[in-house]
């Protein structure tokens, strides 16, 4: 008797320090996902529903040959099975590793005036054009401006707009200094951070449980 009476207490804590375990990562991941959701200096890029029970976000950018190819190859799909179905709200965040980058986020921004379907196509096209765009920055996004109804002055106006400039660069300090991020592609799904491109099929593998809890 005496020693089950020891045995018992003994395995409620090893229970008890069991779900205090399981639950650390959990509200880890719940307080990342609230530090990502936090609103930024610039307006997110933001499609989908805002009822959406997934939201994924990526920090990309315009310089970046890995995001390019997500977009063009992944994206696509992500956005016909998930985005468009409702299951999933997408955001799109700059984090320029450079001023190339910088720039043509800028630009992008200045085109699309918040409409969020429209940024988007301007950095679909900024991604085709990513090898003129590295090497002749200049001459590449007064093309696009031009190509967008803009002329060559309000182009240049725009990449010359401080505040946009320092709204960007507190934005990638928010995503650096708080979010971690030191890379691009990096995504957040519901709070998990993975970095990299991922394929579609990667991608899928992490959804598709979070629709069956």
């Not at 997110?44 to 040959?65: L, Q």
């Not at 179905?85 to 005036?113: H, N, Q, W, Y």
Request: hydrophobic content about 45%; proline content about 5%.
């Amino acid at each position: 008797m005496t020693t089950r009476r020891r045995v018992l207490p003994l395995l409620c804590l090893v229970f008890a320090l069991g779900n205090i375990a399981l639950a650390l990562p959990a509200r880890a991941q719940s307080a990342l996902a609230a530090q990502v959701a936090k609103p930024v200096s610039l307006p997110d890029i933001a499609i989908g529903s805002a009822k959406a029970t997934v939201t994924i976000t990526e920090y990309a950018s315009m310089s970046c040959p890995h995001c390019a190819a997500w977009g063009e190859n992944v994206f696509p799909m992500l956005r016909s099975r998930y985005i468009d179905t409702g299951k999933v709200r997408f955001v799109f965040r700059e984090f320029p590793l450079d001023v190339k980058a910088a720039g043509a986020s800028m630009l992008a921004r200045c085109i699309a005036k918040d409409d969020a379907e429209k940024y988007l196509a301007v950095t679909a096209t900024m991604y085709q054009q990513l090898d003129p765009l590295l090497a002749r920055t200049k001459e590449t996004l007064t093309l696009i401006g031009k190509l967008n109804g803009m002329s060559e002055q309000e182009v240049a106006a725009c990449e010359t707009d401080q505040s946009l400039l320092d709204k960007l660069k507190a934005d990638q300090q928010y995503a650096l200094q708080t979010l971690k991020v030191d890379s691009t592609p990096t995504f957040f799904v519901n709070g998990q951070r993975l970095k990299g491109a991922m394929s579609f099929e990667e991608l899928d593998a992490i959804l598709k449980p979070m629709f069956k809890r």
